[in-house]
């Protein structure tokens, strides 16, 4: 028999250092990894933070991403059904049908493939950043366009459009525009793909876009549901890493100097940032019960919703020894940082590209990168879905 | 040493790709839908036998099973 559980509480969202998720998961995790949560809008649900039971969960068919079903743990949001295409908040056997028109376009030989264009992406904002300081935002002139224009290319944006898609997924993820702006970047931006899409039917090119179009039946709609959820899911998440990563170095000169010495550990420094900063904080990886469900000896009920910490899973003491020390040469490095299960990120393979090219070239450019502010003064994103920095000044 | 038998069930697997990152020589992934085949379902050697290990135990699906030879 289980202890009893503490009352329901709200979920933990201050951090005490800026590079650790709160203090409160880690204890949570070490007390009660199954708890009680107290939702914003008067309901309650579940807050699951230890590793292996967030693998368990998302591994579940039990339990639904129907975007309908899942509450927010912070703010009351209205609970609608996924948009045609949106298959991140699909259930099977509807997921399955969108994910697979797309898996083949992301193999890890497709992306590898990919890797070209991306290094040319990412010397062409290396030069912008160069030409703007020092000092220069990085996030402005680097963490922010490459991701953007990747997904360009994956979507057959043409060349002209570039700035303009630019401008509307800046708007769409900062919170420097307002709600109104970001909804007005957001319908501009589906006005936008919806010509796209059109023009992909009418003259299919070589891109991700035009190969989902012409292999899946899809409705309009559909199509454009697809493009928005690449731009969404890709884009604020790996301009955080390429931005929070960029930080994390720099706190810690013994890690970027080591990497500096030795671009072969790229690939493990990519996995050991995307643990360390887990920059998934919440709502993204969220489920609920479609039936009673007992876990960790706990009764879930049918309709409950369960968040799932992605940050305080990949800093398991159970999993990772030392988890609060950021060491690139950690091997082997189990992390969740792209989910598990059904739903794992689709473009985990392209983001690990652009991380992998994009960090070796930056400090390849700049021998002398530094903070241009003191690290406390470096603004984050602390309430928003994907952590982050919202400017990183730096200079060299 | 003994040998060890590498099997992936296409029907599980989410194309996530981490075994063809992990092991390139014992898995790979379908041109047309990114799902997992296995090259080389008996690697002789331990080297190859641990990335095989670590392809299973990263797999997000759980499609990936390690028995004997
Ligand atoms: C470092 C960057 C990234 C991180 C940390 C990340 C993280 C995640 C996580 C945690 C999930 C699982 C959500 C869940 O289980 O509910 C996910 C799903 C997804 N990601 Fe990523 N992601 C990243 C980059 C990308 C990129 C570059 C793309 C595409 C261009 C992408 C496309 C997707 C899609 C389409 C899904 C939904 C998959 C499904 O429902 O089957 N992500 N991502
Ligand atoms: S790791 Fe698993 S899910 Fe990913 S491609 Fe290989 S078999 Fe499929």
Known sequence: MADALPPPAPFPTVRDTPLDPPAALGRLRGSHPVSRLAHPDGSTGWLVTGHALVRQVLADPRFSSRTELLRSPVRVEPHEPAPPGVFIGMDEPAHARYRRLLTGQFTVRRTRALAARVERIVEDCLDTTEAAGPPADLVRTFALPVPSLVICELLGVPYAFH??????TTAMVSTASG???????????????????????AAPGGDLLSGVIDAGALTDEEAVGIAMLLLVAGHETTSGMLGLGTFALLCHPDQLALLRADPGLADGAVEELLRYLSITQFEVAARSALEDVILDGRLIRAGEPVTLSIPAANRDPAVFADPDELDITRVPNGHVAFGHGGH????????RVEMRVAFPALLRRFPGLRLAVAPEDVPLRHDMPVYGAHRLPVAW | MSRIRIEADPGR?????MCALLAPGL??????????????????????????????????AGAIRIGDG
């Open chain 1, 179 to 201: 709600p109104a702006d970001s909804r007005a970047a957001e319908e501009a931006l589906t006005a936008f793909l919806a010509d796209i899409v059109a023009a992909k039917r």
């Open chain 2, 13 to 17: 697997c989410v194309g996530s790709g």
């Open chain 1, 344 to 351: 794992a990120c689709l473009g985990q393979q392209l983001a």
């Open chain 2, 27 to 60: 898995f790979d992934q379908s041109e047309e839908d990114g799902t997992v085949g296995v090259r080389d379902g008996a690697p002789p050697d331990t080297q190859r036998a641990t990335a095989a290990a670590a392809a299973a135990a990263r797999c997000p």
């Open chain 1, 163 to 168: 700035g303009d898609f630019q401008r509307w």
